[in-house]
Nanobody, 113 residues
């Protein structure tokens, strides 16, 4: 199992970013996918999840209405669209397949003016 995240960067408050996670080594379209984040000095937390078909999504209360998770099974890729970003969204973001305890390298998101 390999997960490669990308798309992070420095953005001003109120801005947007789209993160991508390309997966390999397992039948991607058969597994739910999740996005986690870890801020400095804090535990890793679940941000969003999506079922294998993309039919059901769920979000942490802190990002509801601002973030959207979606996937393209033909490209083995899961995305996290992040809008109306806040400084408290600053963290390293990781994707993870449901049922596999494997992490990618993560992608840094910094929200600052």
């Amino acid at each position: 199992v390999q997960l490669v995240e990308s798309g992070g960067g420095l953005v001003q408050p109120g801005g947007s970013l789209r993160l991508s996670c390309v997966a390999s080594g397992f039948p991607f379209s058969s597994y739910g996918m999740t996005w986690f984040r870890q801020a400095p000095g804090k535990e890793r937390e679940l941000v969003a999840s999506i079922t294998s078909t993309g039919g059901t999504t769920d979000y942490a209360d802190s990002v509801k209405g601002r973030f959207a998770i979606f996937r393209d099974n033909a490209k083995n890729t899961v995305y996290l669209q992040m809008n109306s970003l806040k400084p408290e969204d600053t963290a390293v973001y990781y994707c993870k397949a449901v049922g596999f305890w494997v992490w990618g390298q993560g992608t840094q998101v910094t929200v600052s003016s």
